[in-house]
């Protein structure tokens, strides 16, 4: 069965099953096979129609992708930890050791996603420096000025 034709029974089963019915089925399958629901889809869940459809999405992008199930779950985890969110570092962590990832394949992300976080630092603070600072200041000797006053 083709992946559209999977999403197209998907979408069957959902309509003949009701949004708040699925909403509930999904949040148990995610509380099985992880652990526990994140918080988002426990706030999501509130309104079925909202959860269902980051699900759909989420599930569809995955499920088709070209990488390897416990690759998806280093990328999210190496993402979350780049952005500083301890919820999602936490959760795709744990999802990640469920799909088979070592401790030191987890540790390797987490070492990457903070040389990438902290190279987006750099790059971005002097991208400003440099467009804000592109006067010679020791130049003029008056100090910093980083925005005229109108």
Known sequence: MSDLSD??????HISEQGGERIAGEWMRDIEVEYGRAPLIFKRMAERPEVLISHLLYK???TRTSALDPKFVELISLAAGAALKCPHCTSYHMQAAAKKGATREEILEVILLAGMISNSSVLANAYRIFDEKMARCIPC???GLELAKKD
């Open 140 to 142: 003029e000797g008056s």
């Open 59 to 61: 599930g569809t992008v």
């Open 7 to 12: 999403f197209e029974q998907t979408l069957r």
